[in-house]
């Protein structure tokens, strides 16, 4: 759930310094950015956690990459070969 009010997520990083500032409302962002404070704790900080519930976070400058998606182009043969592992797999979980 998003913080009342708060419902986006900033991705900031000013002249040459050697971390971005992110800063969020969003679950899903505070949620990834807590367990990565906590699994690399020299990397990752948390600044500020504010009475709203948004948060502050320090990230390595390194971290953080912009790109398009991967495209894959699969032939009809690995589609089809996709298509039977998935039913295969479905089958070994249904009742």
Same mark, same amino acid.
Not at 2 to 21: K, L, S
Not at 29 to 34: D, E, G, I, S, Y
Not at 59 to 83: I, Y
């Given at each position: 759930?998003? +913080?009342?009010?708060?419902?986006?997520?900033?991705?900031?990083?000013?002249?040459? %310094?050697?971390?971005?500032?992110?800063?969020?409302?969003?679950?899903?962002? %505070?949620?990834?950015?807590?367990?990565?404070?906590?699994?690399?704790?020299?990397?990752?900080?948390?600044? +500020?956690?504010?009475?709203?519930?948004? =948060?502050?976070?320090? =990230?390595?400058?390194?971290?953080?990459? =912009? %790109?398009?998606?991967?495209?894959?182009?699969?032939?009809?043969?690995?589609?089809?070969?996709?298509?039977?592992?998935?039913?295969?797999?479905?089958?070994?979980?249904?009742?």
């Amino acid at each position: 759930m998003a +913080v009342e009010g708060y419902n986006e997520t900033v991705f900031e990083i000013e002249g040459d %310094r050697d971390h971005w500032t992110v800063s969020t409302g969003q679950s899903a962002w %505070r949620n990834r950015l807590f367990k990565l404070a906590e699994e690399h704790p020299e990397e990752v900080k948390c600044i +500020v956690r504010n009475e709203d519930g948004s =948060v502050l976070f320090h =990230v390595p400058k390194s971290w953080l990459t =912009v %790109r398009p998606p991967k495209k894959m182009n699969f032939t009809d043969e690995q589609k089809q070969a996709a298509s039977e592992r998935l039913k295969a797999a479905r089958g070994r979980y249904s009742g």
